[in-house]
């Protein structure tokens, strides 16, 4: 599909079929979701399909998760208008942090950090990120707001995987995506049909 072309009927996801699939390998993750970021109109459906659960919700900020969060959960952030707080990976603020280790999807041990001078209990946060794969990631971000007292609202990505991880931050936390329930199964098996149109599945 056109990375800029808007079909006629727009029902809840349309816009997976923009995302494209893994050309390098196991190195990386298995898909590119950020396709759909360069559609105007494809950008703003996936917001509206993520926040709808959350209409009925006070939020006080949105954060997102370094580094592809940040654009998801920026626009989640001008729409709502509210602010916009960055969870990094570790060591890249100059400000004092709090930090979390966590494994993400690679299986890779890291940290993340938050800044000091945000949060505070009570601060109501909807918290942002691209894709939840293992969950690993959002999982700590989670722990990070929490230990500052802030409330997590719920969890908000483009698809949340049914892996453990996965399975546990929809059974604890009001979570959004935009995958219809049609195509989780795609999701976990990690290869959409619409890949087809790309080539040959990568081995």
Known sequence: MDALAVPQDREKGWYISLMAPNTK???FA????????????ALSDCVKDLLKPFQNESIDIVAGIDAMGFILGSAVATTLGKGFLAIRKAGHLCVET??????????????????????????????????????????????LMEKQGA????????????????KWIKQNYKHSNCI???LQSQIDSQYL?????FGPKKQ
């Open 25 to 27: 390998g196991p190195a």
């Open 30 to 41: 298995w898909l590119d979701p950020s396709r759909l970021y360069c559609n105007s109109q």
């Open 98 to 143: 709090q930090t979390q280790d966590y494994s993400d999807y690679s299986g890779r041990e890291k940290l993340m950090e938050v800044r000091l001078d945000v949060l505070r209990p009570g601060l109501r946060v909807l918290i942002v990120d691209q894709w939840i794969e293992t969950g690993g990631t959002m999982k700590a971000a989670i722990q």
């Open 151 to 166: 409330t997590v609202v719920g969890v908000a990505a483009v698809a949340i995987e049914n892996s453990e991880g996965g």
């Open 180 to 182: 219809p329930e049609e």
């Open 193 to 197: 049909e619409s890949f087809k149109v």
